[in-house]
Nanobody
């Protein structure tokens, strides 16, 4: 069973930066694509970014492209999300996820493993 634990959330002002981390309990996470999703109050959980198992390819939602960077360190079973130029509309609970589907899955239904989430709040 793969367990994912996120950290790094918090309160930041508009224009600020945060880095989220996701650590896996299983070394097999390195074989899976991973992603970050987010869910704002009253809204559906939405895709943010995904990265292939090797880390060579990434894909971002248009709303975060150019501001967020997803990366991974398979030796440490860790996936990170660097967020900069944060906006109030980035406020949400951010979830790490891993999928046994290859490539760059974009749909949350394709992700089998999920963390508990970490809150990111951007003040205006």
């Amino acid at each position: 069973q793969v367990q994912l634990v996120e950290s790094g959330g918090g309160l930041v002002q508009t224009g600020g930066s945060l880095t989220l981390s996701c650590v896996s309990s299983a070394r097999t996470i390195s074989a899976y694509p991973a992603a970050w999703f987010r869910q704002a109050p009253g809204k559906e959980r939405e895709f943010v970014a995904t990265i292939t198992s090797s880390g060579t390819d990434t894909y971002y939602a248009n709303s975060v492209k150019g501001r967020f960077t997803i990366s991974r360190d398979n030796a440490k079973n860790t996936v990170s999300l660097q967020m900069s130029s944060l906006k109030p509309e980035d406020t949400a609970v951010y979830y790490c996820a891993a999928s046994r589907v290859g490539g760059l899955p974009l749909s949350r239904e394709l992700y089998e493993y999920w963390g508990q989430g970490t809150q990111v709040t951007v003040s205006s």
